[in-house]
């Protein structure tokens, strides 16, 4: 006899926060979709995903600590592309970002899932974005609803 499916994996009754960078859209745009198909699959209503689009991926920490500091969120999900250009610069974005995620998640108690691309080509975003690799957009939201079932357990003992 099978156990039943995990309660991680159920999104009923759980709000969601994507924030999404407007720079490299056409990839994003595709994560962003992907997270909330997925979201929907695992019981997450429509009007329980909310959606904000910042400049770019440098200003994803922000709008990400807003969101959880809110109080409205189970979990924030931070979605970005960046491409390596002719210089280090995506290189250092991509860790200011990445470090001001998890600062923002460890300050408010609330998961803060990174959804940022760090690539070297469109190849490798196209890959990622829906194409041979996958889509880390539904990644991170399945993620996201095993966190905020988590944190729900968790806080009722």
């Not at 009007?47 to 809110?70: I, K, Q, T």
């Not at 592309?81 to 280090?88: A, K, N, Q, S």
């Not at 940022?116 to 609803?145: M, P, S």
């Amino acid at each position: 006899m099978s156990p039943d499916p995990p309660r991680e994996h159920d999104a009923h009754g759980r709000r969601f926060c994507l924030v999404a960078s407007r720079f490299n859209q056409r990839y994003v745009a595709k994560l962003v979709e992907a997270a909330r198909h997925a979201l929907r699959a695992r019981g997450a209503a429509d009007d329980a995903v909310d959606e904000v689009w910042v400049p770019g991926a440098f200003e994803l920490p922000f709008e990400c600590r807003r969101a959880a500091r809110s109080g409205r969120y189970d979990a924030v999900l931070a979605f970005g592309v960046l491409i390596r250009g002719e210089t280090e610069h995506f290189r250092l974005v991509a860790e200011s970002a990445t470090d001001g995620l998890m600062r923002a998640g460890l300050e408010t108690g609330v998961p803060v899932l990174n959804g940022l691309l760090a690539v070297h080509d469109a190849a490798q975003a196209e890959a990622r974005t829906g194409g041979v690799a996958g889509n880390r957009g539904a990644e991170v939201a399945l993620a996201a609803v095993h966190m905020a079932a988590l944190g729900h357990r968790t806080d009722a003992r």
